[in-house]
Every structure is written in structure tokens, then in C-alpha cells.
């Protein structure tokens, strides 16, 4: 059963209205109807303005009580008609409330594509109901990326571990297998293994980074950035890339370890799309209140297109040789710069490569 109490509370308040209105209208009669002489009583103003009228008359003073009775009998239906009217009123006016909430009790994960659509003119129940339509917009918009971001999790996992039932079966039905093949099998399913650990904590990252609980101290991006640069001096010279460096003060309030590893997948990606004989670039300032973090590659051309599609999980450009990445980096990348309020802006080189820049809330 249906509880009509915001009706019932708008019916009152019409209600109240006419009745506070109707005793305003009374007492104001009642003020000027004082000094007006009855029905009965024959005026003693004589009808020439030039001579003074005689004392009024005590009759003409007294307060007739029978002014009140026609005006408060009407009030008093009045107030019982008010009723009726409220109600008729709140309904009409609750009515498109009605249907919003008939149509919203209708949506659920399998229509959530479905939109309110209310039509007439604008008026705070039309932007009500288009407040709701962007809102359910947005939530379409993440159960989509929720169910794909599954799919693709479920694909990822489910290749390690397909390789890894086949390594173990692998031993099992060759009636000749030697422990020299039972060693380099396990060899093969502890590298198995370690992936899947990377692609678990990066899963894990990236889930916690989108819940937003970070914890807030004071990070030097210079700090961060040239550390992670020292760290892939070997990486670097393997691949026959070089590196640029412009490193400045660019200090913020952040989570020390979300931002160590932004930093960190910044430059993995940097390093592992490029070209031999490339080059990295890193440069970190402080910029009209925010601190800046950019870092530039050369390496394959990358469609403009495509650049958005990048920041998104599992998504990769290609597949290279030693390519063990999940394509959960810059998806990382996006979710622990949302965490901090930083503004993320990424651009294809016109050379090939990428140019990624991060503007976080400097620290005063």
C-alpha cells in the first residue's frame, strides 16, 4: 500500500494557506467594519459639511459580534473545500514524481540503457528527470567498462593458466620424460607464475586506485622520477635508448606508493613501446600551482584515435616480442591520477611515440 505523505503534507499546507488567508480577511473586516454604524441605526451626520455632527451615538461604538458569523460560517467551508482542492493540486502536481519513480522501479542491470525521457518544457521536474537520465548515462557507461574490464581479466587469466595445465600434463603422458624435463618444465611454470603474481597485484592496484583510499604525504615527483630512471639503466642500455632529463621540484600531497608507481608504469611504458636507438624523456615542475609530471617517447606511430583507447585495461597497440604485459599500466596510470585529482592529458607525437602529462594539486 501506497503512503501518500509528501500529498497529504502539500494538501495540508494548501489548506493552512486558505486558512490563515481567510482569518487575515476576517480580522482585516472586523478593524474596519468598527466604526461603521449598524444596519438599523439611522445615520446622525447631518447631510451639510458646514455644521459639526453631535457626539456618536454608543450603539454606533459597540462592536457588532454578528459581522463574524456569515464571513467565519464560509471560512469554515472554505477550509474543508481546501482540502479537496490541495489534494486535487498535490496530485496533479507529485504526478510526474509518480511516473519517474514508476519508470525508475522498472530499470534495472539488463535495461539500465533505458532513459527517463520526459518531455514538456523546462521546469525543475525536467531537469530533475535529465539529472537522472546523465546519471544513468554515466552508470551504463561503468557497467560496460565493469563487464569488459571482467572479460578481459577472465581472458588474461585464463592463458597462464591454460600453460600451466599444459606444462604439468606435459611430463605426465610422456612415458619417456627425464628429469631434465621435469626441471625445465617447473622452471617454465614458476616464470608462469610470477606473471600471473604481476598481473594479481596489478588487478589489485588498479581496484584499489579507483576506490580512492589513499593516504596523504608530502612526494616529491623529482625524486620519484629520477629513481625510476636509475632504475632502468640497464633496460635502458639493453634496448639501445637514451634518456632526457629536465627534473625541477614538483612536490604534492599524495600516496607515496600510488605515486612511486604511477611514475614507475609511465616509464616502463615509455621504455617498452620504443625504437632502438629512441629515446625517453622525463621532465617534472612546478607550474602555476600544480606539479607537473611529463614523460615522452619515441616509438610507433600512434593513431590520434587510438590514444584514449590506450588509458583503458588490457588495451595495447601491439604485441612485441617480449611482450609479458597485461596492458594494465596506463589504465593504473589514469585510475591513481583520478585518485588525486590530477588532470591526465596524453597526445600522440607526430614522429611516433607518446606524450603523457600529469598535473597533480602541488603542495604549498
Not at 611454470?189 to 588487478?203: A, D, H, K, P, Y
Not at 593513431?303 to 599500466?329: C, I, K, T, W, Y
Request: neutral net charge; contains cysteine.
Amino acid at each position: 500500500m501506497r503512503v501518500n505523505r509528501l500529498r497529504w503534507r502539500l494538501t495540508l499546507l494548501y489548506c493552512a494557506a486558505t486558512v490563515v488567508s481567510g482569518v487575515v480577511l476576517l480580522l482585516m473586516i472586523v478593524v474596519l467594519s468598527r466604526n461603521l454604524p449598524p444596519a438599523d441605526v439611522r445615520a446622525p451626520f447631518p447631510s451639510r459639511p458646514d455644521i459639526m455632527p453631535p457626539a456618536v451615538p454608543a450603539e454606533f461604538r459597540e462592536f457588532r459580534s454578528d459581522v463574524l458569523i456569515l464571513p467565519g460560517l464560509a471560512l469554515a467551508i472554505m477550509a474543508v473545500l481546501s482540502l479537496g482542492v490541495g489534494w486535487v493540486i498535490a496530485g496533479r502536481v507529485l504526478r510526474p514524481v509518480r511516473t519517474m519513480t514508476t519508470r525508475l522501479q522498472q530499470i534495472s542491470g539488463r535495461n539500465v540503457h533505458e532513459r527517463l525521457a520526459v518531455p514538456g518544457p523546462r521546469d525543475e521536474f525536467k531537469d530533475l528527470a535529465d539529472t537522472v537520465d546523465g546519471l544513468l548515462g554515466r552508470l551504463e557507461t561503468a557497467l560496460d567498462g565493469h563487464k569488459r574490464f571482467v572479460a578481459n581479466a577472465a581472458h588474461e587469466l585464463r592463458t597462464p593458466l591454460t600453460l600451466e595445465h599444459a606444462l604439468l600434463e606435459e611430463p605426465l603422458i610422456d612415458p619417456d620424460a627425464t628429469l631434465e624435463a621435469y626441471r625445465e618444465n617447473f622452471e617454465r611454470l614458476i616464470v608462469v607464475s610470477r606473471e600471473r603474481g604481476r598481473l594479481l597485484e596489478s588487478l589489485l592496484t588498479l581496484a584499489g586506485s579507483e576506490h580512492g583510499r589513499i593516504r596523504a604525504e608530502l612526494v616529491d615527483l623529482a625524486d620519484l622520477a629520477g629513481q625510476a630512471l636509475r632504475d632502468r639503466t640497464a633496460e635502458l642500455d639493453r634496448r639501445g635508448l637514451r634518456s632526457r632529463t629536465m627534473i625541477g621540484p614538483a612536490r604534492l600531497q599524495g600516496d607515496p606508493l600510488l605515486i612511486t608507481r604511477l611514475v614507475a608504469n609511465l616509464c616502463d611504458n615509455a621504455v617498452h613501446y620504443n625504437v632502438p636507438g629512441g629515446i625517453v624523456e622525463v621532465t617534472t615542475r612546478r607550474d602555476a600551482g600544480r606539479a607537473l609530471l611529463v614523460v615522452s617517447n619515441t616509438g610507433p606511430v600512434v593513431p590520434s584515435a587510438e590514444v584514449d583507447r590506450l588509458f583503458e585495461p588490457f588495451q595495447r597497440m601491439r604485441r612485441v616480442a617480449d611482450d609479458n604485459h597485461p596492458g594494465l599500466g596506463l589504465s593504473i596510470v589514469r585510475a591513481i591520477a583520478v585518485a588525486h585529482d590530477a588532470a591526465l592529458t596524453a597526445a600522440a607525437n607526430p614522429g611516433g611515440g607518446l606524450t603523457v602529462e600529469i598535473a597533480f594539486p602541488a603542495a604549498p
